[in-house]
């Protein structure tokens, strides 16, 4: 089996992997490598085709909100802060309060992904400000912290389930927070005054590959260009003027 085909079969946990796992230890150092190497090789490897983007446009994302009682603020805050930084559910359920100060939020990235500080949004500091009296006065550290009265934080499980109680009442396509993180992705190329560079800093993307595929999707950010270049003097006239 050539080294390529290897890699791709540990990733994917086709027979071929088990050709490696005999000579590798699953709880080596080296072994936990490959799977990394093989992880980020695949991951460059994805196109469009092979893995649709699922995402919201902008009026379902705002539909999604709508169907969010104005009452519930925990709610709001909570995917607010999703669809504006991009994050995972697990992502949401680790922040702590200490995350949320001066007007930014911290985010510690999953996935290897580079954790960093981010400004908070308006419209999420005003939800902020309206949350933090009326969340419980206990010990636990994380913003939004479980039903039970425990130092634990809402679980991922809970996050998703929200999501899709209200995507159902919003009669939305999509059933998985994780279309949030897509969502903005996407949104955030249509922009044209983000580059792919922004977009991937704002993601916490290790690889550029992986914010690109967001660059895909419309022909938005094109059509936009291309119409800076109608007024550029820099393209040469073909008119025989």
């Known amino acids: 089996m050539r080294a390529r085909q290897m890699v791709a079969a540990v990733f994917t946990g086709r027979r071929g992997s088990r050709r490696l796992k005999r000579v590798l230890p699953q709880r080596t150092q080296m072994w936990k490598s490959v799977r990394i190497a093989a992880r980020d090789w695949m991951a460059n490897e994805r196109t469009p085709a092979q893995a649709p983007i699922p995402y919201l ?47 930014k939020i911290w985010v510690a990235r999953l996935k290897r992904g580079v954790p960093g500080g981010y400004p908070l949004h308006p419209r999420s500091k005003q939800l902020l400000r309206a949350y933090l009296p009326i969340r419980p006065a206990d010990p636990c550290a994380y913003l939004f912290r479980g039903r039970r009265r425990t130092a634990a934080p809402l679980s991922g499980g809970e996050i998703n389930r929200l999501f899709g109680k209200y995507a159902t009442a919003a009669q939305l396509p999509r059933r998985n927070v994780h279309s949030l993180r897509h969502s903005i992705g996407v949104h955030l190329m249509n922009t044209t005054k983000w580059d792919a560079a922004d977009v991937q800093d704002w993601l916490g993307h290790r690889h550029i590959s992986s914010t690109m595929i967001y660059a895909q999707i419309t022909n938005k950010r094109r059509e936009a260009r291309y119409k800076t270049t109608l007024r550029s003097r820099e393209i040469a006239r073909t008119d025989g003027r």
Not at 71 to 98: C, K, M, S
């Open 57 to 103: 446009t902008r009026e379902e994302v705002e539909r999604f909100f709508r169907a969010i009682p104005q009452g519930n603020i925990r709610d709001r805050l909570l995917f607010d802060l999703i669809y504006r930084h991009g994050l995972r559910r697990g992502e949401a359920a680790q922040l702590t309060l200490d995350d949320l100060r001066g007007g």
